[in-house]
């Protein structure tokens, strides 16, 4: 989403810092370029005159124009107020001391509210709390089936009453029923409309009397731009809400909905659907989402994704195997299907520091078609050719490429590839570095996947 406003930013930031001193005219030149970043990423305009006004004033100290760098100085203000547009170093929600945390998700139509309550309740569920979700929208066909089925993928139980009861009075049931099943947290899906409308307003207040929620998250959708802004806006004036959750940020708009929403409403991005799949769901980290704008990549996001993935016996293991040449092909199916659990490949790059400058990886995605076609490849070999790629002669590899439907070629760059890992992998526990010649036969990993170009 923040593509085109990245590339911008960055080339002006890159000017400026190859600059050994700056003027004001330079400082000057380089507030226009951003400011015309900005409103092509369409950023509310009053927004854009705040933070350029505001940036440019930073930038003119002289802390900044006297310093020994003041390119890199540039920079750091630039992610600072970057980081501060969107709400800082973030937001947390507020968490009941006993009984269920109350979680009220309002919404328009279409902005993918019924989805977020999912997304939301397998968050919590991922945390060790025991979620339940509330379905009252009951106007929009088939709302209360998609909440029990994404609400059971999510592993949520789901409180419903089917299509004919009034919604407030499911809301009070439900939140009934969480404090005698001692439920960790509710979160009440509501009904929204095509636009905003006195029935709606009174609907929602009307349950929020009845459950009094700890937190009210207004779900807004990130492709519908600056209407997206206004939504909220409006929401703010009629109904109050504590926070925002951002969907479709992985999305081919602008960006200008997400860098304007806090600036407009003083109201914080909380969470960011990033994705079609259930698990697609994150904090929004407004310091993180800025460095990855300007290219600095976001090292702490990729750590937690990791962490999420990865056990710790499980990779003591590992290391053991790697130092002691014990390092098969099932270990490395696993930990192929430990990386690509943390998301698009492609969208790991983008969370590695300096990459965004890179145009070949940064307009390139990973083919996971590429991966999928190892991972048959592995699957269709028996325990013993897994442990030992030896011993696979050609009627072996024939059977193979038969059983995962590719081709002998195909087993045969994976078989030799695998063969130069482990062997570099014996240089380095042995406590040689890989000299150039095995780093150009393993240049890209074994297997390599293939990028294409976007």
Known sequence: MFDQLSDRLQATLSDVRSRGKLSESDVDA???????ALLEADVNFKVVKTFTKTLKERCLGSDVL??????????????????????GTGSELAI????????????LQGSGKTTACAKLARFFGEQGKDVAVAACDVYRPAAVEQLVTMGGRAGAHVYEQGTDADPVAIAEWALEQAHAERRDVLIVDTAGRLHIDGDLMDELARIRKKTRPHDVLLVVDAMTGQDAVGV???????????????????GDARGGAALSVKAVTGKPILFASTGEKIEDFDKFHPDRMAS?????????????????????????????????????????????????????????????????????????????????????IILSMTPAERVDPTIINGSRRKRIANGSGTRVQ????????????????????????????????????????KMRRR
């Open 66 to 87: 006297d310093s020994l760098d003041p390119g890199q100085q540039v920079v750091k203000i630039v992610n600072e107020e970057l980081a501060a547009l969107m709400g």
């Open 232 to 250: 909220a806006e409006s929401f703010a004036e009629a109904a109050e809400f504590d926070g925002v959750v951002m969907t479709k940020l992985d």
């Open 292 to 376: 990855r704008i300007l290219g600095m990549g976001d090292v702490l996001s990729l750590i937690e994704k990791a962490e999420q993935q990865v056990d710790e016996q499980a990779a003591d293991d590992l290391r053991e195997k790697l130092r002691t040449d014990q390092f098969t092909l099932e270990d490395f199916l696993t930990q192929m299907r430990q990386v690509r659990k943390m998301g698009p490949l492609s969208g790991l790059i983008g969370m590695l520091p300096g990459m965004g400058a890179m145009k070949e990886l940064k307009n390139a995605d990973v083919d996971e078609g590429e991966l999928d076609r190892v991972e048959a």
């Open 30 to 36: 380089a507030m226009r370029e951003i400011r015309l």
């Open 410 to 449: 195909h087993v045969n760059q994976l078989v030799k590839q695998f063969d130069q890992m482990r062997a570099m992998m014996r240089s380095m526990a042995s406590g040689k570095m890989p000299d150039a010649q095995q780093l150009a036969q393993m240049s890209g990993g074994a297997p390599r996947p």
């Open 96 to 107: 009941a001391s006993s009984g269920p945390t109350v979680i009220l998700m309002a919404g």
